[in-house]
T-cell receptor, first 117, second 112 residues
């Protein structure tokens, strides 16, 4: 299967600072990338959908000025958590899809454990 | 409201035994149903994808079934191994925006 690499896998930052998470599709061109957040023992919650070269579409309740998403190329999307607070501590996961129909596979990254202290 | 419910919430079985995980979904219109395996602290890995016209699909020791009429799916794991210990997540695609709706997963633990 296709490979999606997420970096870093773990990050600890101080409250008030910003953190950038990268998501790369290593062996395919990802026209669409998705960012999810997962709290312990809960399901993945979609934060935003980004298409290469255009602005991300954010889900209701997700602050676009706090969670900055950039999808500048077909192989890279970044999520920047700005002015992080302890409540932003969570597991962030990206997924990437090729161009295709509704049955197109979505490949997930390994996830990033963010801890804000 | 699009929802995916899974049962049981957690399950412990002995190595070599079989088990079946259940999934009920209320996603409309429905596009497809997926099962993922998620190891602790890792991203989900796809096991199967089924459209409404498919009743069963296998991937090694994993066999998924789908009943689009009753909106139920199951994942059967045969001859379980210790490495099968993980969370198994049922995901339905469809509804407004044709998005993925995730279940909360069944936490499976395989013991010696």
């Amino acid at each position: 299967g296709a490979v999606v690499s997420q970096h870093p896998s773990r990050v600890i930052c101080k409250s008030g600072t910003s953190v950038k998470i990268e998501c790369r599709s290593l062996d395919f061109q990802a026209t669409t990338m998705f960012w999810y957040r997962q709290f312990p023992k809960q399901s993945l919650m979609l934060m935003a959908t980004s298409n290469e070269g255009s602005k991300a579409t954010y889900e209701q309740g997700v602050e676009k000025d706090k969670f900055l998403i950039n999808h500048a190329s077909l192989t890279l999307s970044t999520l920047t958590v700005t002015s992080a607070h302890p409540e932003d501590s969570s597991f962030y996961i990206c997924s990437a899809s090729r161009k295709g129909g509704v049955n197109t596979e979505a490949f997930f990254g390994q996830g990033t454990r963010l801890t804000v202290v | 409201k699009n929802q995916v419910e899974q049962s049981p919430q957690s399950l412990i079985i002995l190595e070599g035994k079989n088990c079946t995980l259940q999934c009920n979904y209320t996603v409309s219109p429905f596009s497809n149903l997926r099962w993922y395996k998620q190891d602790t602290g890792r991203g989900p890995v796809s096991l199967t994808i089924m459209t409404f016209s498919e009743n069963t699909k296998s991937n090694g020791r994993y066999t998924a079934t789908l009943d689009a009429d009753t909106k139920q799916s199951s994942l059967h794991i045969t001859a379980s191994q210790l490495s099968d210990s993980a969370s198994y997540i049922c995901v339905a695609r469809g509804g407004g925006g044709n998005k993925l709706t995730f279940g909360t997963g069944t936490q499976l633990k395989v013991e010696l």
